[in-house]
């Protein structure tokens, strides 16, 4: 082997075990569970919210069909920040097909008429553009669902796409709440039901905590780009309307809820439903020990 | 006579499709999301009775009223044309006779006087504030039957296969998406539920059913639309005549009149009765019928009513308004009866409205609370809408009822306005609301509230519980009256079963004016 022959071997194997590695056998950073977004537009922060998470690839893979939940539930348009930001929705419909997902559904079965919700809050208009499948929720989709372990619904009607796809990204908006103070992921999971909803209410912390057992999010995201101050859930007015510029994404389900209390100005631990969950083993609602990578643009 | 009379007979028959085709499509834009290409309320407002009755009960005019001229003049030219060629109920009796019905008694043609009759006894109701025509005007009839009724029924239908398909897996994203697309164009999401339909159904059933009696029994018989329309058409100068050198006097044509318009010599039409369907005319061996434009002018008949019934139908009239008035609802429940945003003030909305249903099932397709009331308010208030907040509420940005409804009864209200308008005010039954009954917290309603301020506020109060002597805040809720509209999402939602914990009445509803 001469040394032209000795250059041209070196250079060809070098080349080819650097492409031929994983992207991540150069980690910048390992992968984090929570992330906390600041100061940039809704698709960006939700882009580098899931980048910060290790890409979508971690929560999604080839030919996986995944299910959507942002909030649809209001005859509201986006700026009054009753429903979930459509930018947000429709970038996690694009990344979700970019990791190689078979199909992206969506769905909320709404508090307002469900045409008029879904024409208003803009999300089908905005993730239909990168192939969503946005349906409407059917009374005779609903199944009898028992609930194992639960504190106090011993089953109730949950939607069959939750039983059907692969994965499940829950993407609440951050909103005031006159019943739980606040709304956020462990709440916005009620769109995923059927039945006499305004039962869950009473007793509100245990019935959302069970049906959290069943209906279990592989990631939240939530969305608190414009944070609905008073008046909510339904909102209508924009003066109650804060422009937060954040986005919180974890894994931890009781985790993004309790740091979507903590920037809204509520203590987690005030929130009963949090504490419960938290008891229960299903996730952190310490905020000053379990704390987010934080990214601001 | 240029035209071969069985050609003409085949395009009425294209035609009398055709405008059924147009009804149909009328009806079937009456939806969110409204974008009509052709308005809703086309045949209503194309209809004498629906533009006049309510004219003269009200004495209000209203410019849309003129488009009814159209028809109202029309047997000035064409006779009862409109019976023949356009009136959708009649093209239904038509295929209904044709289908199903065998016509089995002779009826002597004077009962034909019947129609004319009742139409001067609604028109002294009318005179005398009771607006009542539309019992048995033909259009706000087909209307709110086949509008409310036939389309939910047959969106059930479409609903329901459609959901066994898809659950047996055939072609399922095929039928979602074919299901999404009739969602976004036709039908509400879920499929509405009614009050109070047995009325309307039965009127259409008995309507069809007495045509086993004869061909287009209610034509002949019972229709006030008819009896106007018949009325001009005594000085129509169109004219069915027979050349009495060819008529053989074989009786062909008698039998074959759907309206027994022909006389017992043959060569005599009755002008009010012929609605030119020419059943007679291309059947006839030796082709001596024709039609003409003759001179108008000279009446060929007198009024088919009699003194008598002349007589009869007023003192009914005068009777029945009477009865209309005396015979008040039961009033225990008269603060529940919450009319349409934007109604105008009762009595004149009684007289205005035409009990087309097109309220109603526009409503269906949006925030579902309009309903036909039965005798709720009486039996002068009969079909006329009300909204039922068990069934449905009034969505916070929907106008369409008072963007639909023919006479204005509800008025047009921008969205700006509609939402101001109180419909009625909330208030808690705290005998029955969770907070206030078990002292726990619940706050559905105030949750759906969607006033911008809400109406509903909580207020946190200590309870102590008396048998154990533990303590806790209870949120209980309490409504604004200043700031609620009565719209009634809250009455809808809240998860009692039955009578809800908190109810729309009437008190500070505010209504329009005429």
Sequence with gaps: MNRRQFLKTTAIITGGVLTGLPHSAFPSNPPADLVLVKNGLPAAMVGKALELLGGIKRFVSKGERVLLKPNLSWDRTPEYAATTNPELVAEVVRQCYQAGAANVLILDNTCNDARRSYTSCRIPEYAEKYGAEVRFVRDNQFIETPIPNSRQLKSWLIHQEVFKVDKIINLPILKQHGTTQITMGFKNVMGLIGGNRGRIHRPFAENIVDLNRVIVANLTILDAYRVLRRNGPSGGNLEDVDQLNTLIAGTDRVLVDAWGAKIFGIAPQTLPYLQLANAEGMGEINTDKFRPVVYDF | MIFNLTTVRVLRQFVQVVFLLVFIITILQATYPFKPWLPPELFLWLDPLSATMPLIANRHFDLIFLVALIVLLSPFVVGRAFCGWVCPLGTVIDLNDKIFTQHLKKINPLWRSVKTGLLMLFVVLALLGIQYSWLMDPLPLLWRSSGVIVLSFLFLLVDTSLAILIKLGIFSETLMNFQDRLNAYLFPVASPVFTNLLLPVLILVIILALSNLTRRFWCRHLCLLGALLGLIAKLSPLQRRVDQNLCTKCGICRRKCKMAAIEEDFYITEKSECILC??????????????????????????????????????????????????????????????????????????QCIRCGECVRICATSGKCLQIAFLETGWEGLLTPLAKFRYGYCEYNCNLCGQICPTKAIQPLALPEKQKVKMGKAIFLKERCIPYRVNENCLVCEEHCPLPDKAIKVIPQEYIDPLNGNKRIVLYPQVDENLCIGCGICENKCPLNGEAGIIVIREGEERQLL
């Design chain 2, 278 to 351: 020419l059943s007679c005319a291309p059947q006839c061996p030796p082709a001596a019928i024709t039609y003409d434009w003759q001179s108008p002018g000279r009446m060929t008949s007198k009024i088919d009513l009699s003194r008598r019934g002349f007589l009869g139908a007023t003192l009914g009239g005068l009777i029945g308004a009477g009865f209309f008035k005396i015979n008040q609802p039961d009033s225990h429940h008269s603060d529940r009866l919450i009319r349409p945003p934007g109604a105008i003030t009762e009595n004149e909305f009684m007289a």
